[in-house]
């Protein structure tokens, strides 16, 4: 089945706003298998908008206009839509009466009003953030225009709530949806390694990349939900066995939050020490509700001097192997780990860039050690080709970092530090 | 003049990538002048661009196509756009030469040649990072298709350097334009404020929101350079005037590299302790380059133990007043100021929620404490309304300490607090 977007707002054409709507509904209708052809932007215009919902019509089943259906004169896509359709403005009761709900004692405006006149016959979504419905919208005998408020803090729960439901009823089917995510590999050698698994129709496996990570998604049609999910579980078996440790979680939010989980469920706690990520693992770690239970401490040691007095640094250790350096990187991840009484230290230290390189050690050059009570390890990233910039060398770091206490917690490898020699135990290091 | 954009990518119809070309593109297009009326995605489909192109020049002078441009089978932007145009596609020597460059010893493949035909009389864009040029291929007297690479990496360099100066010379004027950027004034206020100004046609002030801030664009449209700018001049320092003190800076990128810049303006350093926003202030400040310049070492100490022990809160403080309290914040700031050796010391220490709020302390209060060697500011942030977040919450307690800093550095007037009769010196707190 055949969708086409309609994104409706002249903040759009002005660049004043990203469109992240479309991206939004766009996933939705890939999930529940429609095949969405094209999308259109246009700004508050109703002759124009007239004209991109027609154009739509003669091709698309389904099209879905995003936008224009505030209590403003220049909300214009409710009755643009109803026109067009022939089909009579009428009051919506339950539309009207969530309005005297959320304006509560105040007055309800008479512009406010507008919001519960929807096209006669068509099936109201309940607006459960702001003002304006939206609806489904019959047209003739087998389309359907959906109608949808363009802010995205009102978009997304009608997504969930009515739009979901609306379009796997309309599709004659139910969806299971699985999504693997990954730090470590690139996107093209985990397609290379799910090999003829991404050219599967039912389910579908796709890879797609993230900021820094990649992700996979595996998804299923069937009559029922216990169907879909017998059709998608053993091909997600097979994505984690092809691609093992690098996968960090199974449709979970992030890195930080599968490692704050993981430290609340061992009940263990971690502190930081950071050079040059500047309090960004910091930052990550208490983007988690919840994240004092395991997070007591962070330092940002910017300066050498601060490397000292706050995570026990020695200044000869400083002057013999310079601040960024394995040395360093493991003593402030023991230091901090031993100031905080914490289970598990982090510290990075390292050439964020774009100034401060030498030869030997390039702008991208970045250590990374994780201390506890049984030993150290450390990681080693070294630019290999273009420096990714500033911004890329932090955010690579702090989510190795991440990553290397998700691998101890869970007893996976990580790069061991050996006392001697240490040399050997880097081989190569990473890729950045 | 009328444009149109049309996003050529398949990624962008799954909901893989948003679409963050065409917010670019429109917003350049606005910068000089140009009307945008309609954005087009369609999906790597020879039929369908073509469809979406013809249907553009139906309508417009010039439409710029994003994507498609690469060496591989998917990419069908220039082969198609040349077809319609009826223009052959030739070798331009120019990109071929610089494909040369950017292989450098490692041998040309076939299907990256390909990328050097640019169809007949087109005007190539050098591409600075990757390997396909854009170009301006003419159609008929008086109509541009504009073929541009998809990758932002790629793109915003060329907009810059190829496509600014081709639009410029094609409308036959010039465009000043500057951003005055506003923290501590939502758009409503700005925008009764500044009345009148904003239904000018040229120069033209608009309003726009950012995250937790706003932004006030002023434009001005001349035959040449200097005359653009004598128009636009007035007009920003009258939009100064009568927003005051909230503009903190025009064309500049952020609040924090307003601060980071200042401080090294007057040789000053800062130190920060940081609980509730978890480390977003170092980070935000760290990613500056040159911050290590003006910041030695932050502290994130969420715990109770990590207030005492690293930023010296006395024990029974904490018991007295609680964690979120002005005492604290201001002991944070002081203690953390005093053991880093900084010119001036912040503390913040707030509860982000979601959990965590009693009647007394609810979720998002948030005090924000700044000292240096003459006294001590204190900002109180208090939830009026609806929570916003816990993302929120953060981010707008960050703005708010850098403002801080901001208007001490400036010598603007900051939150004095009082040591006795604390309370007066908070009439009401911040709207968070």
Known sequence: MQAEIISV????????????????????????????????????????????????????SVVIATGGLGPTDDDLTRETVARLAGLPLEEDSGSLARLHEYFGD?????????????????????????????????VGRDQWILLLPGPPGELLPMLEAGVRPFLRELCGGVIASFMARVFGMGEGEAAARLGSLTAGSNPTVATYAGDGEMFVRVTAKAADHAAARALAEPVLAEVLRLLGHV?????????????????????????TAESCTGGLIARRITDQPGASQVFGCGLVTYANEAKTRLAGVPEDMLRAHGAVSPQVALAMARGVRESAGADLGLGVTGIAGPGGGTPQKPVGLVYIALADAQGAWLRELRPQGQYPGRDMVRRLSASHALDMVRRRLSGLPVERWEEPGAASCLPGGQRL
Not at 23 to 28: I, K
Not at 39 to 57: P, S
Not at 247 to 271: C, F
Request: proline share 7%; with cysteine.
């Open 106 to 138: 105040r007055p309800l405006p008479a512009n406010e009003c507008r919001q519960a006149l929807l096209p006669r016959g068509a099936r109201p979504f309940p607006n459960a953030v702001g003002t304006a419905p939206g609806c489904a919208v019959p």
């Open 247 to 271: 996968v960090y979680g199974v449709d979970v939010p992030s890195l930080e939050a599968v490692v704050v989980a993981e430290l609340a469920r061992q009940g263990k706690s971690l502190a």
């Open 9 to 60: 707002g002249t903040e759009l054409l002005l660049g004043h706003t990203v469109n992240t709507d479309a991206t939004h509904v766009a996933r939705m209708l890939a999930e529940q298998g429609l095949d969405l052809v094209r999308v259109q932007i246009v700004g508050d215009n109703a002759g124009r908008l007239e004209e991109a919902v027609r154009a739509a019509l003669e091709r698309a």
